[in-house]
């Protein structure tokens, strides 16, 4: 346990090293990998660093630790710690399966990178099932060299999938907001990296709030809420071409936007019939319908993965708990008893699994309810101040947003809550993160 | 800005319809009576005018503070509630821009909501006091525009306001 966490340190100096040499200036990013209860039943994985084959510097991107980081933050595995890989085959022939059972590694995984067309290099990779002495894997995934993080995701995806039976989600993005500076000089931006906070790329930047991003089902569209008009409104932004649109600007609040899952409608919260409601636009047409009506706050509506069902936050009964009603409207059935306030619902797992904040007395922390345990809560973050709760698509695990002193930072989370690994993204406050969904394959 | 730009424009517009209509000397332009019916009684003291939002020590109070969770407005600002009221009615032309805070306790869209209740909160006791709803914008930043920013209950209360501002004084 203790060697992962080395390693977390390493590889956020290693990234500190590569940052200030590529730029010349200091940025926060990296990563800690915080083990939280150790992981009994992780699958323990040997990943070997993987040989390049060209003439030259090999690529600066690691590709194995790329991928040993990504098995060993899903809570799913524990990678052997690169200072403890004793042997370094490259293809199969190389691997003495004896040595790998003597470190008790249920697989191997290894790899070599080559020169291709056109500046690219090829990842050639195979997977061993160790005590079986098989292969069970043997692929190649290309890239140009600045694109080898991606190159190493997609095959964490892959072992990820072969061995567990789950697709992986770590070749995903992820947005969120970030608040620099204070009171009218504050800068805030929306951005969208890779999952493991790599990569980021600015999206929008204001002087004014933003908040409450959320993807597109295929990943092409962010709709999020912005007050540069004074007051909150609801823009899609297009992230390859950058253009925008405003769907709505309403007299009261315009937020909360998510979309149905097959892209073509936003549910969201308008309050210009008095109070705040829930409403489902078309986004072609942006033909309104309601779908709540009481004179409490319903807000923070999300789909159900069918489409057909939509839960919300709701105070109707005094302080909020969670909702769910039919996509056409109709009576709200309300889903949480447990905990004084439970809020911003985020659906996972075939919709079998909704994770919330849950407070109690000052302290604010993610919960996961697992409708297949019979509506079973159990907490996965410490708090005292969690909140923004965002399964990655396999829901194998989720981000959320903490206060650490004055700021905010993010984390990904396990969704059996024993692995927990802070991402540093920026300077300054960061916020309301929102996991993307797979990326065609 | 824009309201300006619109008050000007109505009265340029204005001013160009008298010039056609002296022009054409088609019939007089009657000129519209003083309006006093249209202000409500006043029985208090002297109606209030915009050096008084600098000067007077009530009118200079804007921020109404809420308890956790709670939209009702506690009996200490009633005072305050009162003479923004009359400020208000003395001048119809006046408009108030109420702006409804949240503390960072529980998620941003729910505080946006709980935000936007307190400043109705203000609106509905500042309409009761005799202010014309038109003259009041509700906007809400929920937990966004914090004045304090540690995690404690005295921080809290500094955050969960309304905001009181003139747009047109």
Known sequence: ?441 | MNKIVKLVLIGAVCAGMAACAKKQEVKPVVQPEPETTTAPVETGPAAFTPADLETNTCLRQRVVYFDFNMTEIRPEFQEQIACHAKYLRDRPDSRMLLDGNADERGSREYNLGLGERRAKAVAAALEAAGAAASQITVVSHGEEQPVCREHNEACWQKNRRAEISYTVK
């Not at chain 1, 022939?93 to 059972?101: L, R």
């Not at chain 1, 109707?316 to 008893?337: D, H, M």
């Not at chain 1, 909704?354 to 907490?379: E, F, H, K, P, S």
């Open chain 1, 1 to 441: 346990m203790k060697s992962a966490s080395q390693i977390g340190k390493t590889l956020a100096a290693l990234a500190c090293v590569v940052l200030l040499a590529c730029s010349g200036r200091v940025s926060a990013q990296g990563l800690t990998l915080d083990i939280v209860n150790g992981v009994p039943t992780a699958i323990p994985i040997a990943v070997v660093p993987f040989s390049f084959e060209g003439t030259g510097l090999p690529p600066s991107t690691d590709v194995s630790d790329v991928i040993r980081m990504d098995l060993n933050r899903s809570g799913q595995f524990r990678a052997l710690a690169k200072q403890d890989v004793v042997e370094f085959p490259h293809r199969g022939g190389e691997v003495k399966f004896a040595t790998w059972n003597l470190l008790k590694q249920d697989y191997l995984l290894i790899g070599r990178q080559k020169p291709a067309a056109d500046g690219a290099i090829s990842v050639e990779f195979e997977l061993f099932d160790v005590p079986k002495q098989k292969s069970m894997l043997a692929f190649a995934v290309s890239g140009q060299p600045a694109d080898l993080r991606a190159v190493a995701h997609q095959i964490a995806d892959l072992v990820y999938e072969k061995i567990t039976g789950v697709r992986g989600a770590f070749w995903t993005r992820i947005a969120y907001v970030t608040a620099v500076g204070q009171g009218k000089s504050t800068q805030y931006s929306l951005v969208v990296a890779d999952s493991d906070g790599y990569n980021p790329q600015v999206v929008v930047r204001s002087h004014e709030t933003l908040m409450s991003p959320a993807w597109s089902p295929d990943g092409s569209r962010l709709a999020y809420v912005s007050f540069e008009s004074g007051n909150s409104a609801i823009y899609v932004q297009n992230l390859s071409t950058g253009s925008r649109e405003l769907v709505s600007a309403r007299k009261g609040i315009n937020g909360a936007p998510a979309w149905s899952p097959d892209g073509t409608k936003l549910a969201l919260m308008l309050s210009d019939v008095g109070n705040p409601e829930i409403f489902v636009m078309d986004v072609a047409s942006r033909a309104l319908s309601r779908r709540t009506n009481n004179y409490s706050i319903d807000t923070e509506p999300q789909w159900m993965p069918d489409g057909q069902n939509l839960v919300f936050t709701s105070d109707r009964s005094g302080k909020p708990q969670l909702y769910e009603v039919a996509a056409t409207g109709g009576t709200p059935k309300r889903l949480t008893f447990q905990g004084e306030y439970n809020s911003n619902a985020s659906v996972g797992y075939l919709g079998k699994r909704i994770a919330m904040v849950q407070g109690n007395g000052n302290v604010y922390r993610i919960a996961i309810m697992d409708q297949g345990l019979g509506g079973q809560i159990r907490m996965i973050s410490p708090g005292n101040m969690d909140e923004s709760p965002s399964f990655a698509p396999n829901a194998g695990m989720l981000l959320y947003a903490a206060s650490e002193g004055a700021r905010g930072v993010l984390y990904a989370v396990s969704a059996d809550g024993r692995v927990r690994q802070r991402l540093l993204l920026s300077d300054g406050d960061v916020r309301e993160p929102a996991w993307g969904p797979y990326r065609p394959r």
